[in-house]
């Protein structure tokens, strides 16, 4: 049992981790022709950050950074909130707080990804006719099954 918290806890953490590299690195669209990407907060070209994104402006974008910004936020508590358990509460009981905030943080992860494939990862908004997605767009996606995984264990499982 130990064992297997010890592992959830350790995805957990990875999963945080992740979640901000996705957030915060400018990789989720590559083109294929110039050496450039878009995140969701500026325009690289040519390992040069500077430009603001085009579509800066648009409530679709801000939807996205504020429900990424959301599951970071939802994941650190929900690891808080595990700690917290793992230390004051009484056995037999399950991790049920801990499993409700990382569903959530699952939630804001799938919506914000979801709109973001709706409206910018085909390449037409970001003006790259020939793209690719980046590793922050796989990176979010890889966080958004390990959120989901995390919270039903956190459910199911019980302090022993």
């Known amino acids: 049992m130990l064992v297997l918290l010890a592992g959830i806890f350790v995805v957990h953490i990875a999963t945080v981790i992740m979640l901000f590299v996705s957030t915060i690195a400018n990789v989720w ?3 294929d022709m110039t050496k450039a990407s878009v995140g969701l ?3 690289c070209t040519v390992g040069n950050c500077e430009g603001s994104l085009v579509y800066g402006h648009e ?4 939807a996205v950074q504020a429900f990424m910004i959301l599951s970071i936020i939802f ?30 943080c699952w939630l804001c992860i799938m919506v914000g990804v979801s709109i973001y ?5 085909g390449g037409q908004q970001t003006f790259f006719y020939q793209s690719h997605h980046g590793y ?3 990176l979010t996606w890889i966080c958004f099954c390990f959120s989901f995984i995390i ?4 459910l199911v499982l019980r302090k022993k």
């Open 29 to 31: 669209v590559v083109s």
């Open 41 to 43: 907060w500026k325009n």
């Open 59 to 62: 409530d679709a974008l801000k």
């Open 75 to 104: 994941s650190v508590i929900s690891l808080v909130v595990f700690v917290f358990q793992l230390f004051t509460m009484e056995k037999g009981n399950r991790f049920f707080l801990s499993g409700a905030t990382m569903l959530v």
């Open 117 to 121: 494939t709706n409206h910018y990862a």
């Open 136 to 138: 922050c767009f796989i």
């Open 151 to 154: 919270g039903i264990l956190y």
